[in-house]
């Protein structure tokens, strides 16, 4: 896929991504080659596949109406997917960036200033122990590629105000991992899911994004420590 490719189908899904917005990922592109060959960033490192896979991917899974002037937490962000891909697209909304690897949150940092990105802010440490004032205070939490959806919404429920919205990244198991984890939506406070389903077009990426409203307040003992929520999902 090029960048031509990836705006005229974004749009089609009423997603408007401007020349200088696909400069700038052209940009992000080539310090993730480049920072790749010393770290292992990410499996994925032609033009073509970073472009569809990454960039395209994630802003399938963005909601323009809904991305404007948010606080958006990314869990696990890893290279940057979704939080930093959306970070580019959105300059309107703020962006926390969360990661447990040093180096990745080095590499996000050097992106933000290499784009003078002011909307975005690195944390480099564990979702499930960030500082309390935290709690609540994000109007979109996501992630993509992180863990299974129970313990991913235990992790990051706590984050979201009521009134906002969970947006997990899924592929093809998404659905089922959803049915997985009524008792869990039910428990910490989260409403009905949209399902949004899209292919990547050039490969066999089938796509589930599920959008989860937060309804109620969840109770202060989650999330529990990272050790039972894996052993006892929700
Ligand atoms: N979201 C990115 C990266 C996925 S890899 C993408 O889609 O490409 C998963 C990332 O989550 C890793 O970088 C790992 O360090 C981070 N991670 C996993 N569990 C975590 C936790 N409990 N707290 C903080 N980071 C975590």
Same mark, same amino acid.
Request: net charge neutral; with cysteine; hydrophobic share 40%.
């Given at each position: 896929? $090029?960048?031509?490719?990836? *705006?005229?189908?974004?749009?089609?899904?009423?997603?408007?991504?401007? +020349?200088?917005?696909?400069?700038?990922?052209?940009?992000?592109?080539?310090?993730?080659?480049?920072?790749?060959?010393? &770290?292992?960033?990410?499996?994925?490192?032609?033009?073509?596949? =970073?472009?569809?896979?990454?960039?395209?991917?994630?802003?399938?899974?963005?909601?323009? *109406?809904?991305?404007? $002037?948010? +606080?958006?937490?990314?869990?696990?962000?890893?290279? /940057?997917?979704?939080?930093?891909?959306?970070?580019?697209?959105?300059? *309107?909304?703020?962006?926390?960036?969360?990661?447990? !690897?040093?180096?990745?949150? %080095?590499?996000?940092?050097? =992106?933000?200033?290499?784009?003078?990105?002011?909307?975005?802010? =690195?944390? $480099?440490?564990?979702?499930?122990?960030?500082?309390?004032?935290?709690?609540?205070? &994000?109007?979109?939490?996501?992630?993509?590629?992180?863990?299974?959806?129970?313990?991913?919404?235990?992790?990051? *429920?706590?984050?979201?105000?009521?009134?906002? !919205?969970?947006?997990?990244?899924?592929? %093809?198991?998404?659905?089922?991992?959803?049915?997985?984890?009524?008792?869990?939506?039910? =428990?910490?406070?989260?409403?009905?899911?949209?399902?949004?389903?899209?292919?990547?077009? $050039?490969?066999? /990426?089938?796509?589930?994004?599920?959008?989860?409203?937060?309804?109620?307040? !969840?109770?202060?003992?989650?999330?529990? +420590?990272?050790?039972?929520?894996?052993?006892?999902?929700?």
């Amino acid at each position: 896929m $090029n960048y031509g490719e990836m *705006t005229s189908l974004l749009k089609q899904r009423g997603i408007e991504i401007s +020349n200088e917005t696909c400069v700038k990922f052209d940009q992000y592109l080539h310090l993730l080659v480049e920072w790749n060959e010393k &770290f292992n960033l990410t499996s994925i490192t032609s033009e073509g596949e =970073v472009i569809e896979k990454h960039f395209y991917d994630c802003l399938l899974a963005s909601d323009p *109406t809904l991305m404007v $002037n948010q +606080n958006v937490a990314d869990l696990g962000s890893g290279a /940057g997917f979704p939080g930093l891909v959306w970070a580019i697209a959105y300059p *309107t909304c703020q962006f926390t960036l969360i990661d447990a !690897t040093k180096k990745k949150c %080095s590499f996000l940092e050097e =992106v933000a200033k290499a784009l003078n990105l002011d909307n975005v802010k =690195v944390i $480099n440490g564990r979702i499930e122990q960030l500082p309390p004032e935290l709690r609540e205070s &994000f109007d979109i939490v996501t992630a993509r590629a992180v863990a299974e959806l129970r313990i991913l919404l235990e992790l990051g *429920t706590p984050l979201l105000k009521i009134g906002g !919205t969970f947006i997990a990244m899924k592929g %093809s198991q998404g659905e089922e991992e959803l049915q997985k984890a009524t008792h869990a939506c039910r =428990v910490l406070g989260l409403g009905e899911a949209k399902i949004l389903h899209s292919e990547l077009p $050039n490969s066999d /990426g089938k796509r589930i994004n599920l959008y989860l409203p937060k309804i109620k307040k !969840t109770e202060k003992r989650y999330p529990r +420590n990272y050790a039972d929520i894996k052993k006892k999902p929700l």
